[in-house]
């Protein structure tokens, strides 16, 4: 019978993703331009104590991102869990079951509206290690901060969900076949 989706192999799948982006971005920089791909920016908005090529840095860059794959994992996967609740049709055989958009989106929204929530309580507590300059990136309308501008936030994380949600689903569940057994 299938069960839950179980966070630890998320988080450690999620935690190489985002340690080989770190790799990669890292390696383009020296590729690469700044004024082509300034991504160094944005790991020092997202990235707390992260000021580029020192050797603390990319260290504690490392370490930041595999810390963000198990805080993504352990957030996301027990909030699809909550939100599905639902068992494979067929007892006693593990399938892989269609996503559904709703818990997805559920999921995925509550995940980026609480993620949105805390950057915004941390850079208020914690100024010099601002991050706000990415939410000015990645929402159309966001300032900092004014209670307006806060919910204009909130809105476009809650866009975003939806958006992430409709593609990630159909695509996967276009991908994921009907008749195959689940692995492992």
Known sequence: MKGP???????????????????????????????????YRIWEMILPGFTWLTTTSLLLGILEMFIG??????????????????????????????????????????????????????????????????WEILLPGFTWISWGSFFIGLVGIVVYGVYIAAVFVTVYNYFRGDDLPEIG
């Not at 985002?18 to 383009?28: K, R």
């Open 69 to 134: 794959g198990f805080l993504v994992a352990y957030t996301f996967i027990p909030l699809y869990n909550y939100l599905e609740r639902r068992t494979s049709p067929v007892k006693g055989v593990q399938t892989m079951n269609k996503l559904r958009f709703k818990p997805v989106a559920g999921a995925v929204t509550i995940f980026g509206a609480l993620s949105y929530v805390l950057c915004v309580v941390f850079d208020l507590i914690f100024p010099q290690w601002a991050m706000y300059q990415l």
């Open 5 to 39: 989706i179980q966070p630890y192999p998320v988080a450690i799948a999620l935690s190489f993703i985002f340690l080989i982006l770190y790799a990669v971005c890292i390696v383009l920089h020296f590729i690469l331009p700044e004024a082509v791909w300034p991504m």
